[in-house]
Structures are given as structure tokens and as C-alpha cells.
């Protein structure tokens, strides 16, 4: 992995995946020491991208419903791939079954990879040219389809990719997807109102 | 030493938004507002994820091979692929583009 290129030694590279295993915020916390940056400021810049797991928190809690016990354990593996697949599941059962599979499989993966990437496996070459940096926005993509269902979820979504590209140059890394996610509660907002001035006209009657 | 204190304040800092999401009293999520926009929050954040994904390099905006894999999964979805299938796609379509020079 690229922590290993960067000042980081092996220890300290699988620490990050162990511990944090929030892949933009890892990679964030190696940019910026490798470009220098402070103790803190690095760790601040990660803790951003790092925020929008809150609000997947928020909505797995409720699908879940996992005893308070759990919880602690659970929230380590609250990300962008396990929140999708569990909300992509018609059941609660379904649901925590894909939770649980997803977060271990990525968990168990992800460290492997990030070990042998730091023990120095070049020899896989660039992944870019197999095409393999697509399969990330595809299983997102997929992901989110099914959950585009009414007119609100697909406002909600073309607005937090506006939002989320438009921001992309002038923002700190990981401040435009927070950004983005204010699409959510804007288009609801704006949705509520229609339906409150349509109540108007028919009172009015 | 500076190394370990900036990876200790991730860990602790990643953690507890992670925990901190789950820990809402199930009381105030039970309230339909907040119900429907902690529906609409992954809808928001995976949309702008994918996004960035397909069209970010660093802080750039670009249109590149990805662009092509990503249009290669929606067709796949809207022609109900099964996932895999519109993964492998995204990811033959994008290395293809590639190779003809994208």
C-alpha cells in the first residue's frame, strides 16, 4: 500500500488498517504526512472523511436494532460497504447477516491486503491498468440503485452529486461528501413545503 | 513518535463517529422526520461518493476511462444484471477504454 512508500513502517501501516479501517481516512492520514503535515492537522483532515460514518450509524441502528452489548463491537465495521449492503436487504435478519458477512470479509480482506502490501507485493503492477479503480464506483453504483425508488431518494441523489463534484476543488478532502449529504435534509425540506402549500390551496377551498 | 500520536488520534477520532451514530436513543429516530432523513443520508453520501470515485483525481475533476466502466454498470443495472456482472463491467469496460488509449 502506499503508507509503506511514505515514512510509515510495517507496524504502523497495519496498525492504521487494523484500528481505523476506514480506507479514505487512512489513505488521507498518509497523504498528509507524507506531505509534511503536523501530527494533528494530518489526524484532523482524516477524522473529516471519517465523520460520515456517524450518519450511516444513525440509519443501521434502527434497521439493525442490535442489543446495546453489540454495539461497541459493531461499530468498528460502520462503512460505506457494509451500511449499503445492509440496507440493500428486504429483512432484518437479512440485513444483519449482511452486516456481518460484509464487515468481516472487507476486515479480513482489507488488512491482508494492506500486509502484503507493505511487505512490498509490487509485483501486482498497476491496478489501473487492469481497469480495477472502476470497480469501486460500480459497487457503489449498485449499491445505490436499488434505493433510488421515488422522485425525493433521486432528487436527493442528483443534488448530492452536484453538490459533491462542484465542491470537490475548493474544499478540504472529505468536506465536499458531508457537504453533499445536506442534499438529504434540503430536498426534504423543500419536498415538505410543496406538500404544505398544496394543504394551502385545498383549504382554502 | 509524531507518526503513532497522529495514528492514535484517528483511531479514537474514526471510532467514536462510528460508535457514536449507533448509539442514538432509539426514541429520537422513532420521530418521522429524522426516520426519512436517516433513510435519505446514504442515498445522499453514496451518490456523491460514487461520483467522486468515477470523476475525482485528487482534488481535479476529470473524465477519464472510468467514466466509460461507470456508464458500462448502469446499462448493466438497468438490464438487471446480477451485481457481479455489473461490476466486472464497469471493470473490463474501463481497462478496454485503456487499452484503446484513454
Excluded at chain 1, 442489543?67 to 460502520?78: E, K, S, T, Y
Excluded at chain 1, 468481516?104 to 507493505?118: E, F, H, K, R
Excluded at chain 1, 476543488?169 to 445536506?182: I, K, R, T
Excluded at chain 2, 426516520?35 to 470523476?55: D, K, M, N
Aim: aromatic letters at 6%.
Amino acid at each position: 500500500m502506499t503508507s509503506a512508500g511514505s515514512g510509515l513502517s510495517l507496524l504502523q501501516t497495519c496498525a492504521l488498517s487494523l484500528l481505523v479501517f476506514t480506507g479514505a481516512s487512512q489513505f488521507a492520514l498518509v497523504g498528509a504526512l507524507a506531505a509534511g503535515g503536523g501530527a494533528v492537522t494530518a489526524a484532523a483532515g482524516a477524522f473529516f472523511l471519517g465523520v460520515r460514518n456517524a450518519f450511516y450509524g444513525l440509519r443501521l441502528s434502527q434497521l439493525l436494532a442490535l442489543p446495546r452489548v453489540v454495539r461497541p463491537f459493531a461499530a468498528q465495521w460502520v462503512i460505506d460497504e457494509t451500511t449499503a449492503v445492509s440496507l440493500a436487504q428486504p429483512t432484518r435478519r437479512a440485513a444483519r447477516i449482511g452486516f456481518l458477512v460484509t464487515g468481516l470479509s472487507l476486515y479480513v480482506l482489507w488488512n491482508l491486503t494492506t500486509l502484503l502490501g507493505a511487505l512490498g507485493a509490487d509485483a501486482i503492477g498497476d491496478t489501473k491498468a487492469w481497469g480495477l479503480d472502476a470497480a469501486g464506483p460500480a459497487v457503489f453504483l449498485a449499491l445505490l440503485a436499488p434505493m433510488l425508488r421515488t422522485g425525493t431518494e433521486r432528487a436527493v441523489a442528483a443534488l448530492a452529486v452536484l453538490l459533491g463534484l462542484g465542491l470537490l476543488p475548493v474544499l478540504p478532502a472529505g468536506v465536499p461528501v458531508l457537504v453533499a449529504a445536506l442534499a438529504a435534509p434540503l430536498v426534504l425540506w423543500a419536498h415538505g413545503r410543496g406538500i404544505a402549500s398544496r394543504g394551502d390551496v385545498e383549504e382554502r377551498r | 513518535m509524531n507518526i503513532w500520536l497522529a495514528i492514535g488520534l484517528t483511531v479514537v477520532g474514526c471510532y467514536a463517529v462510528k460508535l457514536a451514530g449507533l448509539l442514538v436513543p432509539a426514541g429520537v429516530l422513532e420521530r418521522p422526520l429524522v426516520r426519512r432523513l436517516a433513510a435519505l443520508l446514504p442515498v445522499a453520501l453514496l451518490a456523491a461518493l460514487t461520483a467522486q470515485q468515477a470523476f475525482a483525481d485528487g482534488r481535479a475533476l476529470v473524465l477519464d476511462a472510468r467514466a466509460a466502466g461507470l456508464a458500462a454498470a448502469a446499462v448493466a443495472l438497468l438490464l438487471r444484471a446480477p451485481f457481479l456482472l455489473v461490476v466486472a463491467a464497469a471493470v473490463l469496460v474501463t481497462a478496454g477504454a485503456r487499452a484503446l488509449g484513454g
